[in-house]
C-alpha cells in the first residue's frame, strides 16, 4: 500500500504505509518531505512500524533530527502506534512524548482513531477561533 494523501476534519494529511522504507536517520527523511510538500499536506502521519527503534532512544539523537526536519518544513507531524512499551523504559522518552502532545505539530497517538479524536478537536478550535474573529 503507497502513501495516501487525504483530508481529515479538513486537514490535508499524508497517510504513510506501514509496509514503507523505514526512517532510520534524518537522512531518510528528505524524500518524505519533497513527497508531502508535492502534496500540499499540512500534517504527515508515520506509523510507529516505519520508524527504526533507535528512533525511540534519544540518545542517539534521530527523534530530534527527523523532527526538526519536519519543523523546518512547517509540516506537522503525528506518530501513530502503541510505543507504551518505549515510554514504560525511558523516562526521557516518556517527558518527550507527553510535551509533544501538548503542543499542536508533532504529536504521538496509539491509534487512528486517537488521532482522528485529536484533529476533530483541533478542528472545533480553529472554527471557533474564525468565529471569534468575525
Known sequence: ??????????????????????????????????????????????PKER???????????????VIQKFVNYRLSLAIVGDISLQVSENSALRDFVAESNRGHHIWFVT???????????AHHERQGAARSQT
Open 51 to 65: 520508524l527504526d527503534d533507535d528512533f525511540f532512544a534519544l540518545r542517539t539523537r534521530i527523534a530530534g533530527e
Open 1 to 46: 500500500m503507497p502513501d495516501n494523501a487525504s483530508s481529515m476534519h479538513g486537514i490535508k494529511v499524508l497517510m504513510c504505509a506501514p509496509n514503507g522504507p523505514k526512517l532510520r536517520s534524518d537522512c531518510d527523511v528528505p524524500e518524505l518531505i519533497g513527497h508531502a510538500l508535492e502534496q500540499d499536506v499540512d500534517l504527515v502521519i508515520i
Open 111 to 121: 491509534n487512528l482513531p486517537a488521532l482522528d479524536e485529536r484533529l476533530k478537536r
